[in-house]
């Protein structure tokens, strides 16, 4: 039976696909943010409704922090020896600084842009959006075959923007119930914007809060300037000798586990004709700022980096306060590949800030998060499957390719569920996700729910 | 005729005098913040009225930024040939961060403490209450005498907390009217607990607010992280500069004008045993952090600093945010001393920035003041006068010292004046000026007013 009919419906539903996602959107779940968490449960209820009116088995599941949302079809479906688990996460980043925003974040709206039509704010794109593609494909299957063409586990967290600290014992604790053939994961983005691609490469993510004391209390820099110590230079001190001056990170041990790229990846990777130029370009940049002896590509998928989210001392509002702080702190993340040790390398990097520290400092450490990379295997048959499905759908032919964000969640599926993981998303370079003005193409949208019918049809077939 | 009933009148007065200056505290009249500008209406109003109580001939005098207030008492004095000034600051210092005050700061009390009773709250010392004890001599003087003992005029800015931008035109616009014998300023502090101070050598001082962009907007550290240049590694390379592993200021030609201390100075400086140890201890520090081969009265008092006063850039709420910021910003400033020129190490510091930068930066620089040492001369009698009056009230012979902190009032008096400054306070080093939980010692108030009493006596005695 072809998928036409279903396609069909996805192209004459999608205003109402749309709808939804908006009413989703309007939903300001941030999970960083303790005032959110309100909004949080009612994005799950939100999510619970949705799948129940699917057909799915679906409820709310509490943790310790925001709660999961897990819905399972398994009844009456085309192919029951085929069962599939979609993951995506229904929290959203923080949305400052919010005076940067065009519009209120969470108030979306379809936009005409000259690149054409745009779904904007907060989550469009990550991961409410991509979520929806999945959820808008079944429903399309649904509508119009009456059943689903294969068992489908629904798995939405809560907790993604925030380092995930509930989905491990989450999984641990419910390993029988989630257990499936295989994991597809929507929170990944296109190549450029007409190549679909399959991620087999995750970078891993270290988080790291440091906080530096000198003084009792903040002194007048009148006063003790000159003879106290400043813990805002002492931190900036310790900064800039995060990096070498070839741009290698100095954290002693940091390159143990990393591999050189294979020759094969490599020669796919040239292939696909990166221009970093263009890349930074749309970000107003010019120069590739990392290791000096590496490609573009090889900087944002292959290699680690020692990256400063944050930074924050002193007096830091209107006008200028001659203060002389008693504390500076900034937020630090190493995104890990290969074989790198994130424990190991919290311990080489805090033992690296203490052995800068001058006389009448202290620090203490917050450690956020601490996921290894990921590499998955293409061995499996359903990888190519999935790659020839998306195929069909786009202009270019689907790429295996690298991904410099960390998606902890696909190793948990091989290390707690022993299940491979696929990641296939639709978002685009400039949807600005983590940033104001977050958007998601209307087109990513709409090819992105046309895809999974495809996906879903493929997978199933196999079976 | 003696001062004995005048300073009884004062200690009989004290609660009064007290209540007095509870209500200016109680205005808060934060120059630096533009929301507090109706209160620094209100502080000069309240001024005003007090002055006019003491039968000065007083106004709110208006500027582009918040007023002054000029009061003056010229007629029926027992020593018209003498005209003394007496300039104090009615702004305050912003009051963040609010968590560490242990009470309202604008909520002034008076607390019994293990040292004393003190007066608590937002310039309690600096500057309102160091202010009143000047008003109040005159107050007390005036109830008991019927007249005052020679010509006043009192001269109160409010934007001493922020660079006092009106300050030089106001001055050059009523120079004639302001014209006296010499300026008091009540701004400084006693050395150590109990030896009363004239400061005769003050530190200049520069701001710069220094923000740094990169990429046009936020990134996302997955995505970009490794190949996009991050703000704050450079904001931090660039502070982490600025010194040597000596403590020296790297900026180009920064030396050029500091004095080496003379014999003199330096042996008068030693005999008051200042113990660096102690005075960092009270603040929960030890070891002094300034040039290697400088003394800590040296580091406070006789030589230039740089100073970063403040930082942020990127994400700074609760948790993490990979965020790839697209700006970092510092305040940073310099305490001058001898002949440094201000404009020129400004330019200097400008010059060092760019020339750190790496492509795909741009900064972007905000002066905040710039004014430069000052050094009064000792050679005019008054200065010897009013020691020796000093002397009689406390426990200890006054002293000639430096003072850390930027006074730049004293330099213009000299400049657009030609008017000598003396520079007499109260304050303690534990007195938490710019700091939360800012007091004011009874005794330093008490004292200080009985001090201009004798003062006052003293100078108009010469005429």
């Not at 993604?160 to 295989?182: H, R, T």
């Not at 970078?203 to 003879?227: F, N, Q, W």
């Not at 998303?425 to 992105?448: A, C, M, T, V, W």
Request: hydrophobic letters at 35%; aromatic letters at 8%.
């Amino acid at each position: 039976m072809s998928t036409d009919a279903v396609l069909t419906h996805v192209d004459s539903q999608l205003g109402a696909a749309t709808e939804r996602l908006m009413e989703l959107l309007r939903i300001p779940s941030i999970s960083t943010d303790p005032a959110h968490a309100e909004a949080c449960q009612h994005a799950a209820d939100w999510l619970v409704a949705d799948l129940a009116s699917l057909g799915a088995e679906a409820s709310k599941r509490p943790t310790p922090g925001h709660p999961m949302v897990v819905g399972h079809i398994t009844e009456g479906v085309d192919n029951p020896d085929v069962h599939v688990l979609f993951y995506g996460h229904y929290d959203v980043q923080p949305v400052d600084p919010l005076d940067l925003w065009d519009r209120d974040p969470f108030d979306p709206q379809v936009e005409d842009t000259p690149r054409g039509k745009v779904i904007r704010g907060r989550g469009a794109s990550d991961d409410k959006g991509q979520l929806m593609t999945f959820v808008e494909a079944c429903r399309a299957w649904k509508a119009e075959r009456g059943t689903l063409p294969c068992k489908i586990t629904f798995f939405f967290e809560g907790e993604e923007e925030s380092g995930s600290p509930s989905l491990i014992p989450f999984m641990e604790d419910n390993a029988e119930e989630l257990k499936s053939d295989i994991a597809l994961i929507c929170d990944t983005g296109l190549f450029g914007t007409e190549t679909p691609a399959i991620v087999t490469m995750l970078r891993g993510l270290l988080g790291e809060e440091v906080t530096i004391t000198a003084s009792s209390k903040d002194l007048h820099s009148g006063m003790y300037g000159g003879i106290a110590m400043n813990p805002i230079r002492v931190l900036s001190r310790m900064i800039a000798g995060l990096h070498d001056d070839q741009g290698r990170v100095t954290v002693p041990g940091f390159y143990d586990g990393v591999p050189e790229l294979p020759q094969d990846i490599r020669d796919q990777w040239d292939g696909l004709d990166f221009d970093a130029t263009g890349f930074l370009g749309e970000v107003g940049l010019s120069d590739p700022a990392g290791e000096a002896d590496r490609t573009g590509l090889e900087m944002i998928w292959s290699r680690p980096t020692c990256e400063i989210n944050g930074i924050t001392g002193g007096y830091t509002g209107e006008g200028f306060k001659t203060v002389l702080p008693a504390k500076a702190s900034a937020k630090i993340s190493f995104r890990l590949v290969g074989q790198q040790d994130p424990h190991r390398i919290r311990e080489n990097f805090r033992a690296y800030v203490q052995s800068s520290l001058p006389a009448d400092c202290e620090v203490t450490f917050h450690g956020h998060g601490a996921s290894p990379a990921g590499q998955m295997s293409t061995d499996d048959p359903m990888f190519e499957a999935a790659r020839q499905a998306l195929s069909l759908e786009w202009p270019q032919e689907a790429a295996y390719v690298g991904c410099g964000g960390s998606i902890p969640i696909a190793g948990y599926f091989k290390s707690i569920l022993a299940m491979d993981a696929m990641l296939i998303g639709f978002g685009k370079d400039d949807d600005q996700i983590h940033s104001p003005n977050e958007k998601y193409d209307l087109d990513s949208f709409h090819r992105g729910i046309r895809s999974w019918v495809r996906v879903l049809e493929a997978l199933s077939a196999k079976g």
